[in-house]
């Protein structure tokens, strides 16, 4: 079956760094998205990889590795607007995103 | 102006009425989806629509139905609610012209039923 793991919740510190992981499950591969979901507000795009590597995009950075179904989202210089849930989702090969139940970061002083 | 938006974006309601949820967009995407999101759980498909003349079910098509009346809109019924729909409702469009086909998603629709 298609699944999308990622930590329930995790906890880090104003100004620090912290990755987020998920591994996924999918039937054929078009791609590894996560999205930023703030409580009760609609989920935003945050990052796309469809190939290995790292895509960096200011603070926030996104790796995949395709042959280990693996891809985490690195968020650096934390700040307590950063404290919101944190979706991966990979989409398969009928163009359908699989979503993991996300990751809720919170940010201490 | 918002590039999604979703009416009504909340809504109380009683087993076994009828309820629609609407979905309008001004990104010009041909595709256009509902999910629903419960506590603890992902993103889980509704139905999905690739253009006007084009209705898919997702994974939880039963007790709901849609209705695409135009490129811009795509509308969401609960043909007899139950509680077990309480959730919140997220509409979101996409346009594979687009490299990524990456969803933006609307406000979403806070639906309890009593």
């Known amino acids: 079956g298609q699944n999308i793991d990622q930590p329930t919740e995790m906890t880090a510190t104003e100004g620090a760094i912290v990755q987020i992981n998920c591994t996924y499950q999918?039937?054929?591969?078009?791609?590894l998205f996560w999205y930023q979901q703030h409580a009760g507000e609609a989920p935003t795009f945050l990052s796309y990889?469809?190939l290995d590597g790292l895509e960096e995009k200011g603070r926030f950075s996104s790796f995949l590795s395709r042959s280990k179904g693996y891809s985490y989202l690195l968020l650096k210089e934390l700040q307590m607007k950063d404290s919101a849930s944190y979706l991966c989702a990979a989409m398969d090969s009928n163009y359908q995103l699989i979503w993991g139940a996300g990751t809720k970061l919170i940010i201490k002083p | 102006d918002a590039d999604v938006t979703q009416t009504p974006r909340n809504r109380i309601t009683k087993t076994g009425k009828r309820i629609m949820l609407e979905c309008s967009q001004t990104?010009?995407?041909?595709?256009m989806y509902w999910y629903r999101q419960d506590p603890g759980l992902g993103l889980r498909l509704i139905y999905y629509s690739f253009d006007v003349k084009d209705i898919n079910k997702g994974e939880i098509s039963d007790g709901y139905s849609v209705s695409r009346q135009a490129q811009a809109k795509f509308s969401l019924s609960l043909e007899s609610a139950i509680p077990n729909q309480t959730a919140l409702y997220f509409c979101a469009t996409s346009d594979l012209a687009e490299d990524t086909d990456t969803q933006y998603f609307g406000p979403g629709t806070r639906l309890t039923v009593l």
């Open positions: 990104k010009g995407h041909d595709r």
């Open positions: 990889n469809v």
């Open positions: 999918t039937s054929g591969f078009n791609g």
